[in-house]
């Protein structure tokens, strides 16, 4: 059986954020029939026209290409200010271009919002989904994720997600696959 590419796009630069943390437990608790892989974003110049054509910069070429390659893209975002941060609003961007072409045009998504605070990260994700929808990408509906106090769910040694939260992100991958399958 040949497994269907999944992209994971993180909305925060820290090496140990908690979005990198549940993306690292994604990965971890994927079924066979996915190949999920991290697509880094941090490194991209904010979005600016006038580096397109001949002076495109040499990470937008590699994030472009990397996610040309999957059939799917999971969000994983934090909550600023009620709001996505910066770098995912960036990556998007990046992606998105040239307008009706870019390479998340069409591509089945899901979003998962990770907070430490304790009002539930609804707000990142939605400016989150609200960005997908000029971008033609159908976005899984339910289960909604949104993990509160994320440090408060790890377990005693920090490795990974305690239960019930890896339940609700294995549900969350099993009706990603269903999703993906509507739009194959």
Not at 135 to 160: A, C, F, H, R, W
Request: charge should be neutral; include cysteine.
């Amino acid at each position: 059986m040949m497994k269907k590419k999944i992209a994971i796009i993180i909305g925060s630069l820290r090496q140990a954020s908690n979005c990198r943390k549940v993306a690292n437990e994604l990965i971890r608790l994927a079924p066979e029939e996915f190949s999920l892989h991290l697509i880094e974003s941090g490194d991209l110049p904010l979005y600016n026209e006038d580096l397109e054509g001949e002076n495109i910069p040499e990470s937008w070429k590699r994030f472009r290409s990397e996610l040309s390659e999957v059939e799917g893209v999971i969000f994983v975002t934090p909550e600023y200010n009620r709001g996505t941060s910066a770098a995912m609003a960036n990556a998007i961007e990046v992606g998105s271009r040239p307008p009706k072409m870019g390479v998340l045009n069409g591509k089945p998504a899901g979003v998962i919002a990770v907070t430490p605070g304790a009002m539930g990260a609804a707000g990142g994700a939605r400016e989150v989904r609200s960005r997908l929808v000029p971008l033609n990408m159908p976005t899984l509906q339910q289960p909604e994720v949104y993990i509160s106090k994320v440090k408060e769910l790890y377990l005693d040694d920090g490795s990974t997600l305690k239960e019930e939260t890896q339940e609700l992100l294995k549900k969350f991958l099993g009706k990603f696959a269903e999703h993906i399958q509507l739009y194959q």
